[in-house]
């Protein structure tokens, strides 16, 4: 079942993430800065680049191995071609046998086999979904896998990856996922979306946030997941859910931020009676309005794109949210689902064709974006 593969598959990102976060060796490459005085720095990559990268190359080799007729239609981030410090011109993958991956990986490391290891092992590790924190699927949803497309994230809020410690906020981090982490390693996910190629609509997402809470010196995740077809729409959070939140509120009157949000905005909605958090990451900032700690994520800029943003929108979607663009729903009264078709007319460059173009409005439930869109209309604009 794609589904079930999917969650997997995102299991075994964020256990690469952990990794890397966890083992002393791989953490100390993880949060090296590279000398301005490096030799040929042109060549010298980071290894946080690697990461991301072999993150996403796992992803894209799991699912296509599994579903070749995605295959074409699997898309990350990030370019797999690597320079070494040799120069050479390497292509991160996971080739067949964790020996092989190590290999390939101990060239891009500047012959690091401990490194290469370590990290091969960890794409090569046999997972099934009893080895995932999350509400086992168990629905049939018949699909033209041809017809798919896939966005992944390998790693959102990378800052917070490097740099983040346990919440800023937070003391014990035992479970305190019903309070909003306004920075750290809480904010960290994994992004995976299935769309439609046809039609451009998100149907299938999975959130994996890999350091949900920390237990007994180690970090646990947490995944999630929502399918929104046109027969099926169901969700990992539910009501007799394992993951259900008790603390799940409907109309908590919070809307989440990022931190670069424009002042005018914040201070209408403020005027409307909202109370403003701000957290990085995208993806964190979707899973806190999936999980109802906030009514809605906005974002008035075209800063985010379609990996940030299609796995959330198909959850939010399977729980009767959405999103829609920030810039047709306050300045044209028109709400429109963002689409997840690469936008041809933007041209080859990949950061104006992919993102979200206008800004985005993400929420669960939907008799709120009425009251977001009359808070910060204009008077000018049309439509009202
Ligand atoms: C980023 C990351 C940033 C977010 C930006 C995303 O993805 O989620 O935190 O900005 O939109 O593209 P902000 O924190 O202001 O919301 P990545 O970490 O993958 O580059
Ligand atoms: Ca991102």
């Known amino acids: 079942m794609l589904l079930e593969a999917l969650i997997i598959a995102s299991e075994r990102a964020a256990n690469i993430a952990r990794k890397c976060r966890e083992d002393e ?16 720095p042109r060549f010298v990559q980071d290894f946080k680049t690697l990461a991301d990268v072999l993150i996403q190359e796992t992803l894209k080799h799991d699912i296509g191995n599994q579903y070749p007729e995605m295959k074409e239609n699997i898309k990350g981030e990030e ?10 011109r390497i292509s991160v993958e996971k ?18 086999p401990e490194a290469a290891h370590l990290l091969a092992e960890e794409v090569h590790r046999d997972l099934t979904i009893d080895d995932v924190a999350t509400q086992r699927p168990d629905v049939e949803i018949s699909l033209n896998y041809a017809k798919l497309g896939v966005w992944i994230d390998p790693i959102d809020s990378t800052a917070e990856y490097i740099n983040g410690t346990k919440d800023k906020d937070c ?11 306004t920075g750290g390693l809480k904010c960290v996910t994994v992004l995976i979306g299935v769309y439609d190629l046809e039609t451009g609509g998100a149907i299938m997402g999975i959130v994996n946030q890999p350091f949900s809470s920390y237990q007994d ?11 929104y077809t046109d027969t099926v729409k169901c969700c990992s959070i539910t009501s007799d859910s394992q993951t259900e939140p008790s603390y799940v509120k409907v109309g908590t009157n919070v809307v989440c931020l990022s931190g670069s949000e424009d002042q005018s905005i914040k201070d209408k909605l403020r005027s409307g009676g909202f109370e403003l958090v701000e957290a990085p990451g995208a993806g964190y900032k979707m899973l806190a309005t999936v999980v109802g700690l906030a ?19 198909a959850l939010l979607r399977s729980l009767s949210g959405d999103i829609v663009v920030f810039e047709d729903a306050v300045h044209r009264d028109e709400t429109i689902s963002v689409n997840y078709r690469v936008d041809s007319e933007a041209g080859t460059n990949k950061i104006e064709s992919c993102c979200n173009k206008g800004g985005i409005i993400a929420f ?3 008799s709120i974006i009425n009251k977001i869109v009359s808070l910060l209309r204009d008077e000018n604009d049309g439509g009202a």
Do not use: M
């Open 95 to 112: 080739l067949e046998s964790s020996t092989q991956t190590a290999e390939l990986l101990s060239k891009v490391l500047n012959d690091d």
């Open 364 to 366: 669960r439930n939907c």
């Open 295 to 313: 009514d809605v994520y906005l974002l008035s800029k075209s800063s985010t794109f379609k990996w940030d943003s299609c796995g959330p929108h």
């Open 25 to 40: 060796h791989l953490f100390k490459l993880l949060i090296e800065e590279k000398s301005e005085d490096e030799a040929n």
């Open 79 to 88: 370019s797999n071609v690597f320079c070494n410090a040799l120069g050479e």
């Open 217 to 227: 010196g180690r970090w646990r995740g947490k995944c999630y997941w929502g399918v």
């Open 171 to 181: 003391q014990d981090c035992q479970d305190d996922s019903q309070t909003f982490s």
